[in-house]
């Protein structure tokens, strides 16, 4: 098989960047491991940025967000019994949040993508990147009790932190950074009507916990939890009683509760991987960094990332011009290191850390107390939330 740019993934990163670039006139073939209803059913983030909006938006792939997703103008910060509001229209005017799950994002990419002919090769198994250190790259792969190969002009590693694009750059080329926080969360879906209109993140003594929503019918909770915690140790009745004690803690607030349709833990890290490519193989999403989900930033960050590779892929097919190339990974590192660092204030801004005493304590109170009632705090917080506005794709300086 021949191809242009040869994708490892059909995560919200491959078939985004699948699409964007046959609107630009550039074949791929995308390879995925899963299966079809694997990928359209795994379910993960589902905040997206008004960057990100717009552009699945202008992709043409937006119809059904615009339709079923939930757009918040806020979220809330609960602490010391009372809430308040982070108003994105009074503080980021014209910028805000929708709430549509990172599986329904799949949906639509994988019938856009099938409807415009697009090759998505699912079940390929065995997967390995070659020859991306010269002018030949290709991949092969097992599918069908058969070995395969897929030759391109790049390739796209877009299958994850657990992938094996990032393990196939040679030892010594890239320098890693990560993170590990001494919790995780306890991650809730639940067949209820949302108990409030937008985001709450409430911290408390107890622990942080998070009220979420995928529909109006559907809804998406998180506890903070020990990194090492058994889910045996949480059937359905101690959720819902950890989670009214740590949200109702403002008056006249109850928590509504329903059939628990699926819970797991999950540890809380932070990693990149700098540089976010190697000759012609080019690293996005999760595979080139992961944030804690306190910012809401996973997915985000992976539309950013294939959207620079697009442009810089667009450059190099209609005029040569490699300079976007050259210049990915500082251009996606950019944007990709200030959403660590927000992710990372979210973290601690909210969570309970065993290692703090009274006086720590009191100093996290002290800062939300700040964010809370200080109109340039709350500013930062909202433009960070909401997402940053697109950085310009930077060409690699001479030299």
């Given at each position: 098989?021949?191809?242009?740019v040869?994708?490892v993934?059909?995560g919200?990163?491959?078939?985004?960047?699948?699409?964007?670039?046959?609107?630009?006139?550039i074949?791929?073939?995308v390879l995925?491991?899963?299966?079809r209803?694997y990928?359209?059913?795994r379910?993960?983030?589902?905040?997206?940025?008004q960057?990100?909006?717009?552009?699945l938006?202008?992709?043409?792939?937006g119809?059904?967000?615009?339709?079923?997703g939930?757009?918040h103008?806020?979220i809330?910060?609960?602490?010391?019994?009372?809430?308040?509001?982070?108003?994105?229209?009074?503080?980021?005017?014209?910028?805000a949040i929708?709430?549509?799950?990172q599986?329904?994002?799949?949906?639509d990419l994988?019938a856009?993508?099938?409807?415009?002919?697009?090759?998505?090769l699912f079940?390929?198994t065995?997967v390995?990147?070659e020859g991306f250190d010269?002018?030949?790259?290709r991949?092969?792969f097992?599918?069908?009790?058969?070995?395969?190969?897929?030759?391109?002009?790049?390739?796209?590693?877009?299958?994850?932190?657990?992938g094996?694009c990032r393990?196939a750059?040679?030892?010594?080329?890239l320098?890693?950074?990560?993170?590990?926080?001494?919790?995780?969360w306890?991650?809730?879906?639940?067949?209820?009507?949302p108990s409030?209109?937008?985001?709450?993140y409430?911290s408390n003594?107890r622990?942080f916990?998070?009220?979420?929503?995928?529909?109006?019918k559907?809804?998406?909770?998180?506890?903070q939890?020990?990194?090492d915690?058994?889910?045996?140790?949480?059937p359905d009745?101690?959720?819902?009683?950890?989670?009214?004690?740590?949200?109702?803690?403002v008056p006249?607030?109850?928590?509504s509760?329903?059939?628990?349709?699926e819970k797991?833990?999950?540890?809380m890290?932070s990693?990149v991987?700098?540089?976010?490519?190697f000759?012609?193989l080019?690293?996005a999403?999760d595979?080139?960094?992961i944030?804690?989900?306190?910012?809401?930033?996973?997915?985000n960050l992976?539309a950013?990332?294939?959207?620079v590779?697009?442009?810089a892929l667009?450059?190099w097919?209609?005029?040569?011009?490699?300079?976007?190339?050259?210049?990915?990974s500082?251009?996606?590192?950019r944007?990709v290191?200030?959403?660590?660092?927000?992710?990372?204030?979210?973290?601690t801004?909210?969570?309970?850390?065993?290692s703090?005493?009274?006086?720590?304590?009191?100093l996290?109170?002290?800062y939300?107390?700040y964010v809370?009632?200080?109109?340039?705090?709350?500013?930062?917080?909202?433009?960070?939330?909401?997402?940053?506005?697109?950085?310009?794709v930077?060409?690699?300086p001479?030299?």
């Open positions: 098989m021949r191809t242009q040869a994708i993934g059909a919200p990163a491959g078939l985004l960047l699948s699409h964007l670039l046959h609107q630009a006139g074949e791929s073939v995925e491991a899963r299966s209803d990928v359209e059913h379910v993960r983030a589902g905040v997206l940025e960057g990100t909006v717009d552009t938006i202008s992709a043409g792939v119809e059904r967000m615009l339709r079923e939930l757009v103008h806020g809330e910060l609960r602490f010391g019994g009372a809430g308040h509001r982070i108003a994105f229209e009074k503080l980021v005017p014209g910028r929708t709430v549509y799950g599986q329904e994002v799949v949906k994988i856009a993508r099938l409807a415009a002919g697009g090759q998505i079940g390929a065995d390995v990147p010269g002018l030949h790259p991949v092969s097992a599918r069908d009790g058969e070995r395969g190969v897929l030759e391109a002009d790049f390739i796209a590693g877009c299958d994850g932190f657990h094996v393990d750059i040679p030892a010594g080329v320098t890693f950074f990560d993170k590990e926080y001494p919790f995780g306890l991650g809730v879906l639940a067949a209820v009507a409030a209109e937008e985001l709450i409430a003594p622990g916990a998070l009220h979420s929503m995928r529909s109006p559907v809804s998406r909770f998180y506890l939890v020990a990194p915690e058994d889910i045996a140790n949480w009745d101690r959720i819902w009683d950890e989670l009214a004690a740590r949200l109702e803690t006249g607030w109850s928590l509760t329903g059939p628990v349709m797991g833990i999950t540890p890290r990693f991987a700098e540089p976010m490519q000759g012609r080019f690293l999403g595979a080139a960094h944030v804690p989900p306190t910012g809401a930033k996973g997915l992976a950013f990332d294939v959207t590779l697009t442009e667009t450059a097919y209609s005029a040569g011009d490699s300079a976007l190339l050259d210049g990915y500082q251009t996606c590192l944007r290191w200030r959403a660590q660092h927000f992710s990372w204030w979210m973290t801004l909210l969570h309970s850390f065993g703090y005493d009274a006086y720590d304590r009191r996290q109170e002290s939300l107390d809370c009632t200080s109109e340039a705090a709350s500013t930062s917080l909202a433009e960070n939330y909401v997402g940053l506005g697109r950085y310009h930077q060409p690699q001479a030299g």
